[in-house]
């Protein structure tokens, strides 16, 4: 996992006072050629005959056989510790190792979908939510026309609605305590209101990736990589921690 920072924006508002919009880069990859480590960070299978070898996840290579396999990503903790995300950009990409070069008369390895999920706290989490491939052929079963990797790309949004009664007790800490520090809300939050997370899912700390598709002979996955950004306040860059949302439910 690896945490990228960068500085995207600079507002100005009343009083000569500036803010910046930081924006918050963390990434997952999952190397399937590599089974034990890969194990650290998502788990996999299939409806039959699914195998790791040194090329990735596959069915071998005699023609033919294939499998329905499905990998879902360990949790990746995103934005900062003390500013979770209200909104997320996700960037999935799956690469294939074929076993011969990339030809017009191979089929590609699809139907191929990926869905994404989010969470305040690791134990209460959202919907499954669809994210759309770039290669909008792939759904059809079109030619593997020198295709190595397909590119999903999606936003999780948290609605509106869904913040109301967060914010309210936010504000009411804020004004109470001096700091907008969320990681410091949170905890004071649930210790007051245990059960807070089981009727509203108000930001996105942690997020989920799940690949389900057609496993063909001949072409492995080889790796699953998410790229997840936002875009936060800059109210809480303050110090030199730059670890992300941390919070765990007790």
């Known amino acids: 996992m690896r945490a990228t920072l960068v500085v995207v924006a600079v507002i100005w508002i009343c009083g000569g006072i500036a803010l910046a919009q930081v924006g918050m880069g963390n990434e997952l990859v999952v190397d399937l050629t590599k089974p034990q480590e890969a194990t650290n960070h998502a788990s996999w299978g299939a409806d039959c005959c699914l195998t790791n070898t040194a090329r990735g996840l596959g069915v071998g290579d005699n023609a033919g056989t294939s499998a329905n396999g ?17 909104h997320l950009n996700l960037r999935v990409t799956i690469e294939y190792a074929p076993s011969e070069p990339s030809s017009t008369q191979r089929k590609a390895p699809f139907p191929t979908y990926v869905f994404a999920r989010y969470s305040p706290d690791l134990k209460h989490w959202s919907t499954w939510h669809f994210i759309e491939s770039l290669e909008k052929t792939v759904t059809f079963y079109t030619k593997f026309i020198g295709l190595d990797e397909i590119l999903f790309q999606g936003r999780l949004v948290v609605p509106r609605s869904e913040r109301v009664e967060f914010e309210k007790e936010y504000f009411k800490f804020t004004s109470r305590r001096k700091t907008s520090d969320q990681e410091e809300f949170v905890n004071d939050l649930i210790k007051r209101e245990p059960k807070f997370f089981e009727r509203s899912l108000p930001f996105i700390g942690y997020v989920e990736v799940l690949f389900e598709g057609s496993v063909k002979a001949g072409v492995p996955i080889k790796k699953l990589k998410v790229e997840a950004s936002c875009t936060l306040s800059g109210m809480n860059f303050l110090g030199n921690d730059r670890s992300p949302w941390r919070f765990k439910a007790p």
């Open 70 to 86: 499905w990998i879902h990503t360990k949790p990746l903790a995103v934005a900062i510790h003390n500013e979770p995300a209200q």
